[in-house]
């Protein structure tokens, strides 16, 4: 749909396709389906294929979905332990309770985030999202990724986090050892946080000390060229 609309409007060339965790298997896709048509691909904790672990993870949020009488409740408070780690529960809430009730505040906060994602998602729509999830591969036409990953005439910046334990960072360091070789213009970033996969929602300085030298070479170039 993305590149459809792209596609429509007769734009030739885009500057940035940046996406983080499904958006940026997303941004993988369209690279991959128009290897010509972007000039940097930025993908943001995720990664080019549904590893086992999201694989996995994604049956377990498919039973809860179909199986619980609130769904989107029961799937987001199991999902949120996947975006956050131990540490960054223990920094938030160290076990403190909630000062007029008996429950610990880290309960009511999964809860509030069921209850607030179920307010403004449907559930086919998170039905929708887990597919996507499990089925991004940029190597399903050519059954090999670095054939899929070599025609990408993009500069690829992979930006991982060092403690996300979705799209965890193994995998992308090992995508980058495989793109290296094949592919000199391929960049390798890392966010250090205690966060985990929400750190890209969460670590702004450290993301954005990353995007900015990317984005300030095309402001000199098109000062140069101007």
Known sequence: IFLEGINILEIETVFA???G???GGIAWEMANLQPTKFQNLIPIATDWKASDWVIANVLVQDQILNNSDNPIVDARLHAMLLYRTPQSLK???????QSQVNDFQIESWLVNHGFKLQNRFKLSAYKLMNHLLKTIDISKETNDFEVSAGKISANI??????TD????????????EIVKPIKQNVFY???KSIHGHDAFLIEF???AQILEPI???QKQQNHVNA
């Open 215 to 217: 984005f300030n070479k």
């Open 21 to 23: 965790s499904l958006g």
């Open 205 to 207: 300085d450290q993301l």
């Open 91 to 97: 920094k938030k809430f160290n076990r403190r309770k």
């Open 189 to 191: 970033h890392e966010i």
């Open 17 to 19: 396709l940046i996406g």
């Open 165 to 176: 334990y979705f799209f965890i960072p193994d995998e992308n360091r090992e995508t980058f």
């Open 157 to 162: 910046h992979i930006v991982s986090v060092d």
